[in-house]
């Protein structure tokens, strides 16, 4: 069981954005923020489980 990560946190704006890469290590090597124009990985990261609501 691999753990998928569907989106990653911007830093700046904390929204959740879609538009990314990971590097082998489970690291954001680029993503994108078309919010706030974010688009360094160091801007990024990673949700916690915590951080996933469960919907319903
Ligand atoms: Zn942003």
Redesign the pocket.
Known sequence: MSEEVEFVI??????P?YSFELDRKGGISSAF??????DEAK??HIPEAEDIEDQG
């Open positions: 911007c830093n700046n704006c904390e929204s954005c923020c078309a919010l706030c124009g974010a801007d990024f």
